[in-house]
């Protein structure tokens, strides 16, 4: 080709060019995103990524990551969409496989923040061996969005004779929960807030798939559902069974790990932690005699070291969820209207 | 459950909290989105859906909506984001299956808005059968979005014996144009322009697999890649297939359609038609024996009626496209920039 090549880096910031689907589209593909992941179905350059399987059960799940802010203590919001997407398959029993990943853009994202974050995807897909195998790119004017969002719909493969599923919770099934919580949500306040704490707080962020795959191999059928306790918190999660499941729940708030300083934090700010956003913890619905081994497998993973039994299911109030309280007391856990903080992940 | 609800129409518009993940966007979910896609995956309320499948070549593409306004004459950005991405997958010779569905609304967003976009996006499924099997919901401040983004991802099923791939173009293959180009472009413009022509021109954004697999049943093999010419028009399309199959093209401007009236608007905004975005006409690239059976393939279907034949691969100037003018000229037809105007898709 004939023409003279400026190299991507002499824009400083993102234009509205760069999404327009000419020249510059162009390049942010084939200087930033192509030699990040480098896979033959990104390199066919078509409109979308054709692939073999033979897998029967397939899990497909969509998120929309739109944290404020796009950087934060223990990840971004590349490894968040990477973790979000491929936790949620987990909660599937699936296996994750593939990704697509499409950004919005606001005009005048520096570059430099883009790499970056194009470098936490990658870097984030690595431990389960996840390809980023589709994508597109927005670019949208200053003032219609926000640095930066990110959507990842994640494919997985359902792992053989699993089925996890909110409609399989049943009374008597025990709740067990992979580690201590709120640590994403309060690592995003405190940077947003601009507060600082004794201990640096860091987000949860991970990928639950290799605790869950073991849990999966160890209790097999007597795993009812699973659900990473997100946007919303533990409560919100086990809310969202109660009612889709017709079943009720009961919480014993002294079982449920919350690190000193994270309980430090949510006083300071007057949250609860049983509703503030994880990005690295899950709740499983086990038969109960399956509560030892799954606990077993949990703890033999690093992620579920601090994982405990922390409720059950009961016939009683269906669709209620009631917390035993530190206190010795009993009061219902409502569902809240909202995070108590938006845009966490 | 003792809770007393008022309905969600009390809201006039989205707050923050109908995507915090508690009780508001429970409602949103309940009361707008599953009776819209009323299908057992979405009913499971898991954080994924879980499919079987007997396919062994399945196609994923993305895509993230941005166009403004979101309402526009000939659509709106519902049946916009469905025809797009299922048009990727046409383009990847797969009938479309499943698609998942994820909103980033701006806060302040008319619900009556909100409500009318996923009609259309279900409306829009029905000539395909394809399924929503899975979404998100969130929702950003004031002033950091624009009204609503939407990002669709689908999954199609590759059909038997069909491999259509940019790196399958080959000197000698001719160049079919399934209909008159430019139209969704320039509706978007006129009434972002706040312009009015003549006639009502209205986006062709329209569902390609019925013409698509039509083609592919005639050509089948012969059939070596095919385009949809949406962002940067036709001329980005063969631009892109120039060079990544590393041919030459030629392309005679007398034989693309484009309607009067279409014309007249691009004259008065000072555009080329051939940069101009389409949301429902594809580019073939087919074995010279294939032409006149491909040809009247496409104009069986009423979206195809005006096909023709506009240019032909070279072995010539690599990675470069020529264009034989109107005027029996020559010139190179380069690569633009980027759209002629930001966020027509």
């Not at 066919?44 to 969509?62: K, N, P, Q, S």
């Not at 520096?110 to 936490?120: D, G, K, Q, W």
């Not at 089925?163 to 709120?182: K, M, N, T, W, Y």
Request: hydrophobic letters at 40%.
């Amino acid at each position: 080709m004939l023409e003279c090549r400026t190299p991507i880096e002499t824009y400083e910031a993102i234009t509205l060019a760069h999404g327009g689907g000419g020249s510059l589209t162009q390049r942010l593909i084939s200087e930033i995103l192509l030699p990040a992941f480098d896979n033959p179905h990104l390199a066919e350059l078509h409109d979308g990524a054709v692939f073999h399987t033979e897998h029967r059960i397939l899990a497909m799940t969509t998120d929309s990551f739109v944290v404020h802010p796009y950087l934060f203590p223990g990840g971004d919001i590349g490894s968040l969409a990477v973790h979000g997407t491929a936790n949620d398959l987990a909660m599937c029993g699936a296996r994750p496989l593939y990704l697509s990943l499409a950004f919005i853009i606001e005009e005048g994202l520096p570059v430099e923040h883009f790499r970056r974050i194009v470098t936490s995807v990658r870097d984030a897909c690595r431990p389960v061996a996840l390809q980023v195998v589709t994508g597109d790119t927005k670019v949208v004017e200053r003032g219609k969005g926000d640095g930066i969002f990110i959507n990842t719909t994640g494919i997985g493969v359902v792992l053989p004779g699993v089925e996890v599923a909110p409609r399989r919770v049943r009374p008597g099934d025990r709740i067990l929960l992979s580690g201590p919580i709120a640590e994403h949500g309060i690592a995003i306040l405190s940077v947003r807030e601009g507060l600082s704490f004794e201990t640096d707080l860091v987000s949860d962020s991970a990928h639950l798939w290799p605790v869950v795959s073991g849990v999966l191999q160890t209790g097999g059928n007597a795993v009812h559902a699973l659900r990473d306790a997100t946007r919303g918190g533990v409560a919100s999660v086990v809310n969202e069974i109660a009612r889709s499941a017709g079943v009720g729940i009961v919480l014993d708030e002294a079982e449920v790990p919350v690190r000193d300083d994270v309980r430090g934090a949510c006083e300071i700010l007057g949250l609860d932690p049983l509703y503030v956003a994880n990005e690295g913890k899950f709740l499983a619905f086990v038969s109960p005699d399956a509560v030892e081994t799954t606990l077993e497998a949990m703890r033999r993973h690093p992620l579920g070291r601090e994982a405990t039994l922390v409720g059950e299911v009961t016939k009683e109030h269906p669709g209620v969820v009631r917390l035993r309280t530190l206190f010795g007391g009993s009061r219902v856990l409502d569902l809240a209207a909202g995070e108590p903080l938006p845009r966490i992940c």
